[in-house]
């Protein structure tokens, strides 16, 4: 129990700020940690900036999670399904927004127990949500957007 703790206090402290960038093995060992594998989080951040440099519309949608709440410009949006997304998609990835994805490196992601971080504020956040009532199954979703 102690070496957990001490374990969940390195992880947090070396996750803070962006004067420290991690090794690659680094943020697996982090990821592992808090979610009991990294790989899912890895493919998923590959799969999105993917996603997004295609400007698949779709394919971004289907890789949240619903209801999704969105801080756009000091509001908060809802958006209920993937559909509702896709037809707001400019307005939630704009530009700015995306660019922060597509140069986001996954040696810089900063974790905690409620998930994975993208860009320097919390841009985006995604992390594994129940795929079933009784957890057993899950799948990496964006959980999270802020602007």
């Known amino acids: 129990m102690k070496t957990r703790l001490v374990m969940l206090l390195l992880t947090l402290l070396l996750g803070?700020?962006?004067a420290y960038s991690a090794t690659q093995q680094e943020v697996?060992?982090?990821?592992?940690?808090?979610?009991?594998?990294?790989?899912?989080?890895?493919?998923?951040?590959?799969?999105?900036?993917?996603?997004?440099?295609?400007?698949?519309?779709?394919?971004?949608a289907a890789m949240a999670s619903y209801p999704l709440k969105?801080?756009?410009k000091g509001k908060e949006k809802t958006f209920r399904n993937p559909a509702a997304?896709?037809?707001g998609?400019?307005?939630v990835f704009t530009p700015?927004?995306?660019?922060?994805i597509l140069e986001q490196k996954y040696e810089d992601l900063f974790a905690r127990d409620r998930g994975v971080m993208v860009g320097?504020?919390?841009?985006?956040?995604?992390?594994?949500?129940?795929?079933?009532?009784?957890?057993?199954?899950?799948?990496?979703?964006i959980i999270r957007i802020n602007q």
Do not use: P
């Open 16 to 18: 803070v700020g962006t």
């Open 28 to 60: 697996d060992q982090r990821l592992d940690f808090l979610f009991g594998s990294h790989q899912q989080y890895h493919d998923f951040l590959t799969d999105l900036q993917k996603a997004v440099a295609a400007k698949d519309k779709a394919k971004v």
């Open 70 to 72: 969105v801080g756009l």
């Open 85 to 87: 997304l896709k037809k």
């Open 89 to 91: 998609y400019d307005s």
């Open 96 to 100: 700015e927004l995306s660019k922060i």
């Open 120 to 141: 320097d504020s919390g841009q985006l956040w995604f992390s594994g949500v129940c795929a079933d009532k009784a957890c057993k199954k899950s799948r990496v979703l």
